[in-house]
């Protein structure tokens, strides 16, 4: 299921996604953004993992100098070409593990949404390049769900799976942060003590903050 996003749930698919999320989704992916926003600086350039169909490039290019956008789902990307996007945004298609760009290259690198757990990468691995990429005293940003907003998660992963744009969900082995659809999809979160853990495998110091009652976020300044 490692590339359940690119093949499945992509373009006009992962679109309907947040389209049909409810009020209390849509407040958390609000906030969200709004926290990112404040860590970014007018001249930063920021780069933005696993852009999709480019759902916050266009608010993360009103406060910064540029940001790139990458995906692995192509028809994504062709769906974010067709929007009205800030010209300072730039999109590419790319593997977050295997980054073509140069060391020391981004201000910001933000991976948020729980991408460090929807990628179904190695975390090490992305969190190596996320750090390989960024400037010294930058900053990498990646957010998983708090458990808190657990009931309305799963709220919203059952109107997907009625839409059509996941498998049916199993009641009985959901739980504990963990969604499972009966087609084998599993959607994992990152806990504090996952950040944390995670932090001492690579000898790397994060800062880790609710926001909302909804996501939590670790923040790593690289030195």
């Known amino acids: 299921m490692a590339d359940y996003y690119s093949d499945r749930l992509s373009a006009d698919r992962l679109r309907r996604v ?21 860590k970014i ?20 290019a009103d406060c910064c100098n540029s940001v790139v956008g990458i995906d692995k789902a192509q028809s994504s990307l062709l769906l974010a070409r067709e929007m009205p996007l800030n010209p300072t945004v730039h999109l590419a298609q790319m593997d977050a593990v295997a980054l073509g760009f140069r060391d ?11 991408g460090i757990s929807a990628f179904k990468i190695e975390p090490e691995r992305l969190l190596a390049e996320c750090m ?10 990646l957010s998983s769900y708090s458990d808190k907003i657990w009931d309305d998660r799963l709220e ?5 799976s009625a839409a059509g744009l996941l498998g049916d969900i199993d009641q009985d082995a959901a739980g504990n942060g963990v969604i499972v659809c009966k087609d084998g999809f599993q959607a ?32 790593i300044v690289v030195g």
């Open 188 to 219: 994992t979160t990152f806990t504090r003590q996952d950040f944390r853990s995670l932090s001492a495998r690579i000898c790397a110091n994060l800062r880790i903050e609710e926001v909302d009652n909804s996501s939590l976020f670790c923040e």
């Open 18 to 38: 947040y389209e049909i999320a409810t009020p209390r989704i849509v407040r958390y992916l609000d906030a969200e953004i709004g926290y990112v926003k404040e």
């Open 132 to 141: 390989r990429v960024t400037k010294r005293g930058g900053r990498v940003l």
């Open 41 to 60: 600086r007018p001249t930063d350039k920021v780069l933005d993992l696993g852009c999709g169909y480019g759902r916050v490039l266009n608010d993360l």
């Open 156 to 160: 919203w992963f059952k109107l997907q």
């Open 104 to 114: 020391r290259s981004f201000d910001v690198v933000v991976c948020i949404q729980n």
